[in-house]
């Protein structure tokens, strides 16, 4: 049997025809023909592509940090029922529990009553 027959075509295996493509990007050998020419577009527009969503996953961890931020300090300073309040389009039906009346008292009867209402004319 001829050895020859046996062996596989490596030049048709993907990873040749990926490497092909890679030196072609990079220069080091020249495209002949349409296909490895639209192979390496097609690198390149992947690469970009992919560089984008990079860049867009990397502002949407930003913004989420951000967010979480927030509702930290948040969760800090009022009380859940506070922030089941702000929640809501009106007042209605709402309910304070003692804790949030007395923190709010005491946040009062502290800074005195003007101090308070400024505190609070831009929330």
């Not at 009062?108 to 009553?113: D, Q, W």
Request: glycine fraction near 4%; proline fraction near 2%.
């Amino acid at each position: 049997m001829d050895e020859a027959a046996n062996t596989p075509n490596c030049q048709d295996s993907p990873q040749v025809q990926l490497l092909s493509v890679a030196m072609a990007q990079e220069g080091e050998i020249e495209t002949t023909d349409q296909e490895s020419h639209m192979a390496v577009l097609k690198v390149h527009e992947l690469q970009q592509s992919v560089t984008k969503q990079a860049k867009h996953i990397e502002s949407l961890k930003l913004a989420l940090c951000n967010k979480q931020s927030k509702s930290t300090k948040l969760n800090k300073l009022f009380q859940p029922d506070q922030l089941e309040a702000l929640s809501r389009d009106n007042m209605r039906g709402s309910s304070w529990s003692n804790e949030t009346v007395k923190e709010g008292l005491q946040l009062r009867f502290s800074c005195g009553a003007r101090s308070y209402e400024t505190l609070f004319a831009d929330v």
